[in-house]
Structure formats: C-alpha cells, structure tokens
C-alpha cells in the first residue's frame, strides 16, 4: 500500500495541514505530493513545466482536489485529467469546502469519483480522511496499468 501515491491538490497552508496531519493520524503512510494550485497539479500530473521529464505514469492512487484554487480552478483540473488519455481514469475525490450544489453537479458530470466537503470539525475530519484511505487505497481495484 505504501507504494500508492496521494496527490493533495489544496491551496490552503492550513487545510493542508490539517489533511496531512488526518492522513498521519490514520496511519496512511503513503507517499503525499502536495501542489499548490491548478497549474503545479497539471505539471505535475502531465510531466510538464517545473516537473518536466517526470514519468506521468508513476503510481499515483488518488487526487484530493481542492476546487478554489488559483491559476486555474479545481473543475477545469478535472476536465483536463478525464480529457487525457493517460489521466482519465485516476480517481479524483473532490475534497472541498464549498457547499454549492453547482459545484457538487459539476464536479461528478465532469467525472469526479466522490464529493467531499471539508467538515469543520476536526474528529469528523480525521474519520472521513481515514475512510478515503482506506477505500482508495486498500479497497478499491485501481483498472490495470494504473
């Protein structure tokens, strides 16, 4: 299991954090490659700019994906990932705080896995990111080559 990656899309210092922190705390120990925002997550996920020469295939188990995020917007990522041939069967969990129903629509007609919104509290937090882990990286049969 630890040699699943976890790509955490999150512009926000203390969202990430406290993401990180809910992995740790779940014993997830797998390797985490945070970005910054829209742009940093399409380098990395295509092997472009900054992570230019990187092997897009490496093996990368899910993307948390924030959807407020600068450069470009968390829905525009996921059109570009299920776009690419190489990309468009990653699971992406949305793990957001907005509440709008438009984004929660947008985000599965786009072909998110899941919707998460980000709960205030912090034991609910820790619980919910356990559950991710477990079933993205234990459970879940990830289709062959991924």
Known sequence: MNNKIILLVEDNPDDEALTLR???KNNILNKVVVVHDGAEALDYLFGTGKD???DPIETLSVILLDLKLPKIDGLEVLRRIR????????PVVILTSSKEERDLV???RLGANSYVHKMVDFTQFVDA????GFYWLVLNEPPPNQ
């Open 52 to 54: 230019a020469g990187r």
């Open 129 to 132: 990111v356990g559950q991710l």
């Open 22 to 24: 809910a992995l740790k």
């Open 83 to 90: 776009a690419n041939e190489l990309t468009k069967l990653l």
């Open 106 to 108: 947008t985000g599965y």
